[in-house]
């Protein structure tokens, strides 16, 4: 079995961010291999700190200041969220012009330690996001694969379904369960966070009624939206905005959210194998969630520049992004052949003049469906990113 997937674009990038920025912060959710990949930037043992671990803890002592600020070359601080003064610390040093070093630092993208480095190191950090598996990475002949099973390296390279299954099961057992409630300074017993799960889970891509969500749970807004915050975070779900336009439409406001790993998506929703995946009921729903997905990253899109469209009269694109100053719109369709759009598509692309639509499907023909609406087969959203003009 393969127990190692290069990832050359991410390599790149931290590299390239090395030679121009003090501080690289790479953030992302446990088990992508964040560690794996910075240790290889660090050639001296004795620059490589994993903040979880005792003994390294113990060689930082009561002086990390004096510590890091005496090192040369690349230094690697894993997990910097389990120790956030560090981050003044390192504003510090990279200031001093006798500064010897770069930092590349990970953390598992709690919301505190994405604004801390964002306030404390500005101008002097760059953040890269680091997931699972996308296109970019797997032979196209696994894209069933890497939906059914999800992104996550151990769960995509596990060498039978069932072992998948179990990782997945005991990454949310000492991750979600556990980890989860501590950033959220919740008191969440864990029957209720596993029906908050099981509730987000039957929401994906659906419009989201937190107060429908919080009377069901038993509990308080207040920390329905603490719990999304922190799952957000943690890079576990994607919140979708609606798009706002001044075109006399009534538009729904209600968020979208979907979980960025359909592994987990499909653990929740207990889908056992393909063959169960493609009689459920949320069959639909997991495609749309999991290719937008790999659109965002293929196409290298920030959250940002990412919206869904729906009226009130049912026109709807299930994502509209911005880029260079053109508004592109994606459908997604898990039918594997002939997908069809709805006469409330048409009317969503009048509405906001768009002068392309790309329907996503799993099928293998790349055609035109009608006048700027085009057919594209997943495996080849990577070609298609490549010729389009960001």
């Known amino acids: ?196 799960l099981l509730m987000l ?23 329905v939206q603490r719990y999304l915050e922190v799952f957000e975070g943690a890079y576990l779900i994607r919140r979708l905005m609606p798009m706002e336009s001044n075109i006399g439409k009534r538009v729904r406001k209600a968020h979208r959210f979907y979980f960025r790993d359909s592994g987990l998506l499909h653990r929740l929703l207990r889908i056992r194998d393909m063959d169960d995946l493609r009689t459920h009921d949320r069959l639909g729903a997991s495609w749309e969630g999991f290719a937008l997905e790999q659109v965002i990253r293929i196409f290298g899109l920030q959250s940002d520049d990412c919206f869904f469209w729906r009226t009130h009269a049912g026109a709807e694109i299930d994502l509209v992004c911005s880029r260079g100053g053109r508004l592109t719109g994606f459908e997604f369709k898990a039918s594997s052949s002939n997908p069809r759009v709805t006469k409330g598509t048409h009317e969503a692309m009048k509405d906001l003049e768009l002068e392309e639509l790309y329907v996503v499907y799993p099928g293998d023909r790349d055609f035109m469906i009608h006048d700027s609406i085009r057919a594209v087969p997943l495996t080849k959203l990577v070609e298609l990113a490549s010729t389009l003009v960001r």
Not at 201 to 223: C, F, M, P, T
């Open 1 to 196: 079995m393969i127990s190692f997937v290069p990832r050359k674009h991410l390599s790149d990038a931290i590299a390239e961010s090395l030679r121009r920025n003090p501080v690289t912060a790479l953030l992302g959710p446990r088990r992508v291999g964040k560690s794996t990949l910075a240790r290889l930037f660090a050639e001296d043992e004795r620059n490589r700190f994993d903040l979880e671990n005792p003994i390294d803890l113990a060689r930082l002592g009561s002086d990390s200041y004096g510590i890091l600020s005496n090192l040369k070359g690349v230094v690697v601080i894993d997990e910097l969220q389990e120790i956030p003064e560090i981050v003044s610390q390192l504003r510090v040093i990279v200031d001093d012009p006798m500064c010897q070093s770069r930092f590349l630092v990970t953390g598992s993208a709690s919301p505190q330690l994405t604004g801390q480095t964002s306030q404390t190191l500005a101008g002097r950090v760059r953040h890269i996001e680091m997931g699972g598996f996308d296109l970019n990475e797997i032979d196209p002949s696994a894209i069933m694969k890497l939906w059914f099973r999800g992104s996550f390296p151990q769960s995509f390279l596990a060498s039978s379904d069932e072992d998948s299954k179990e990782w997945l099961e005991e990454f949310m057992k000492t991750w979600v369960m556990r980890d989860i409630p501590r950033l959220a300074e919740g008191r969440l017993s864990p029957q209720t966070l596993s029906r908050f």
């Open 201 to 223: 889970a039957h929401y994906h891509g659906q419009a989201w009624n937190q107060r429908d969500v919080a009377e069901s749970l038993g509990i308080d807004v207040k920390s």
